[in-house]
């Protein structure tokens, strides 16, 4: 894919071996005792799971069906409605520490894209973003994954919706990180065309929305990164 970043516009793209990434799977879990893992979910409103009457989102369901006997998991959901990938970026460094603090294992999953497209965020500022995230983390020995936006149900908006999840594909590439994408599998799904046509906004899915995003999740190497 080509992002058609002009040459004034700040790039992602740096040389290989800038920095040494860590990929999820080099993690190796200490030989004594369980396993003490802190899970950090930052992101916007579908995070936060506006919409759904259950309140419950997609992340209390994949956390609800995330469980291991020898290990403990803690899960913070830190999903706030209306942020950009800037505002995420802002406000890691100051959220994550204190949840990750004395835990021997951290972890952080971020899930943004569709605001960045209502503020007029360039693709070349969401993909820097996005990788100064995963760079700083993986420089810190926290594992991350990234899970995309689903489909809204504006045609126009999902046209440019689609060029944004394919950056964020491309970033998560380069860095061995685990990404999800939430837009293709749901772009014409019945059900969550019904779920858009039933909601306020066309954005916010209900119950069955938010399951079939946890679905996706828990079904595209959400074990496998947490090694359970």
């Known amino acids: 894919m080509t992002d058609q970043i002009h040459h004034s516009e700040p790039t992602d793209e740096g040389s290989p071996g800038d920095i040494e990434f860590r990929p999820s799977a080099d993690f190796t879990a200490p030989g004594d005792g369980p396993r003490d893992v802190a899970i950090v979910f930052m992101g916007d409103s579908l995070v936060a799971g506006v919409g759904d009457p259950k309140g419950q989102g997609w992340v209390t369901r994949v956390v609800g069906r995330t469980a291991h006997p020898e290990v403990e998991f803690t899960a913070y959901n830190l999903g706030v409605r209306g942020q950009t990938s800037g505002d995420v970026l802002a406000r890691w460094h100051t959220e994550c ?119 996706l999740v828990l079904h595209n190497g959400w074990n496998e990164w947490l090694q359970i």
Do not use: M
Request: aromatic share 8%.
């Open 97 to 215: 520490p204190p949840r990750w603090k004395s835990r021997s294992e951290r972890r952080l999953v971020v899930s943004y894209g569709a605001n960045d497209i209502a503020a007029g965020v360039t693709l070349a500022r969401h993909r820097l973003n996005l990788a100064n995230i995963l760079d700083e983390a993986a420089s810190t020995g926290v594992a991350a994954f990234v899970v995309s936006s689903p489909p809204t149900s504006d045609e126009a908006f999902n046209e440019k919706l689609a060029v944004l999840v394919e950056a964020q594909a491309d970033v998560c590439a380069r860095r061995s990180v685990p990404f999800v994408d939430c837009f293709r599998p749901l772009l014409g799904h019945d059900q969550w065309r019904s779920e858009l046509a039933a909601s306020r906004d066309g954005h916010h899915p209900g119950q069955a929305g938010y399951g079939l995003i946890a679905w």
